[in-house]
């Protein structure tokens, strides 16, 4: 289990951080008192534990920093899972694995702590039935305690406790959730992977970076 969330059971909340989203237009969400606002605002409504969505989203909101916008195209699809719910939420492996990498990405927008674990032949819920041989999984805006005590090819089994969700703005100043998503491949990275890229790398991005709700079962999230 991820998050000590039953998904089956406790009510959770789609979000939508698209331009189909009307709201955002009018938030400073370089703001990020006022962006946690709106977020938990939104949970309280629906009175739902967790608010979750992302993956392949094309989304406005990392309009907010340049940490996005280095480029002559800004990146603006995302490539993972978020899950927004209280800072101090744990986290746990998924899936059993070894710790491949971890740093504190310590930018305005970006990741905050950050950590890598590496996973061995999983089959994900796919068409096609694929065997990953190897796979990775990050978990991004921890606390920064969450990186005390790891080292690089640390044993983690599934369902072991790996940090906890950071508050701002040590998660790199965001309202408190969690970022994660998979990779076939870390092109040569460690520590960080890109959890947004632009349209014009969509396609290559996709293709490394498989959905995590293969794994994690949530209805009516892509």
């Given at each position: ?103 504190d990405n310590a930018h ?26 190897t796979l990775y999984s ?85």
């Amino acid at each position: 289990m991820l998050l000590p969330v039953n998904f089956q059971r406790d009510p959770y909340l789609i979000l939508d951080f698209s331009a189909t989203n009307p709201d955002l237009a009018t938030l400073d969400l370089t703001n990020t008192a006022t962006f946690t606002e709106y977020v938990f605002g939104k949970l309280r409504e629906a009175g739902a534990v967790v608010g979750v969505g992302g993956y392949n989203e094309h989304r406005v909101i990392y309009r907010r920093s340049e940490h996005f916008n280095t480029t002559e195209e800004p990146r603006e699809i995302h490539l993972g899972i978020d899950f927004w719910t209280d800072a101090g939420t744990p986290v746990s492996a998924p899936l059993t694995g070894i710790v491949h990498s971890f740093q504190d990405n310590a930018h305005f927008g970006d990741y905050g702590p950050t950590i890598i674990l590496e996973h061995r032949n999983v089959v994900l819920n796919q068409p096609d039935g694929v065997t990953f041989r190897t796979l990775y999984s990050l978990y991004g805006h921890l606390t920064r305690s969450s990186l005390e005590g790891l080292f690089v090819g640390k044993e983690i089994a599934a369902g072991e406790p790996i940090g906890a969700i950071g508050p701002y703005p040590e998660n790199g100043d965001w309202p408190p959730h969690l970022h994660f998503q998979f990779m076939t491949d870390l092109l040569g990275k460690t520590g960080d992977f890109p959890g947004v890229c632009s349209l014009r790398d969509r396609d290559q991005f996709l293709a490394i970076c498989p959905n995590p709700n293969d794994l994690l079962g949530i209805s009516g999230l892509y």
